[in-house]
């Protein structure tokens, strides 16, 4: 199981932001003072706030104790000093939204991108994306092409956000197939399909949500989505 919670930051007001400030260490208040724009601090804030509180309703202790490392590659980690290795997450952000997705295990990956009805994503998909992909999206009607790409963009972040590796995998040595959603690896990856689990949703009217797992346990993909208020965090 994954559980992903997400928080919309149009409208973060200061006594929220004073808050969640409160919650992180020295190292992600320093990240976040530099941020130039008001919006930019506050929803990164926000994203790192509502790891914390996650991570301590899974796993129990007060939020601003948790402290992460990073993997060879950026990705991070809950810090060997806490003793649970099986921890997983992974956080994403997009202009008016955060997200962050835990579990247990596996290796996990997020991302969350706004529909974007810019003209060049067909450029962009051709120039990127596996030549599968990029036909898929020529074939899709043009109204519905928008909701088409970042489906795709976010399930192929998710991947290689998940692997830890990021864009040291080419976007275009696996592809996606949709309804039903699957990966296809090419022969460089040297992966298997049955070793991941991928789910995709839209969960506001601008905003495509992506998981990606993997595992070796062949059980049911259960993914649960919640919002969570400004409020509540």
């Known amino acids: 199981m994954v559980d992903v919670w997400w928080i919309r930051t149009d409208h973060i007001d200061e006594c929220h932001y004073t808050r969640w ?65 099986e921890l997983q997450f992974n956080i994403s952000h997009a202009r008016g939204l955060v997200a962050v997705a835990v579990t247990w295990q596996d290796m996990i990956g997020i991302d969350v991108e706004v529909i974007d009805t810019s003209p060049d994503q067909q450029d962009l998909a051709n120039r990127y994306f596996a030549p599968t992909e990029a036909e898929l999206l020529f074939k899709t009607a043009p109204w519905q092409r928008p909701y088409t790409f970042a489906r795709l963009w976010t399930l192929k972040e998710a991947y290689l956000k998940a692997t830890g590796q990021g864009l040291n995998i080419p976007l275009d040595s696996f592809a996606f197939k949709l309804d039903p959603l699957r990966v296809v690896f090419g022969p460089d990856l040297h992966n298997s399909p049955d070793m991941w689990r991928f789910a995709s949703s839209l969960i506001t009217f601008r905003h495509v949500l992506s998981v990606a797992l993997r595992s070796s346990r062949d059980q049911p993909f259960q993914v649960t989505l919640q919002e969570t208020s400004p409020q509540d965090l």
Request: hydrophobic letters at 35%; aromatic letters at 14%.
């Open 21 to 85: 400030y409160a919650m992180l260490d020295a190292r992600e208040q320093d990240r976040a003072r530099r941020f130039c724009f008001e919006r930019d601090r506050f929803e990164f804030v926000a994203c790192h706030a509502l790891l914390r509180l996650k991570l301590s309703e899974f796993a129990g202790g007060p939020p601003h104790e948790w402290r992460f490392t990073l993997g060879p590659f950026g990705k991070p980690h809950v810090a060997p000093e806490h003793g649970r290795p």
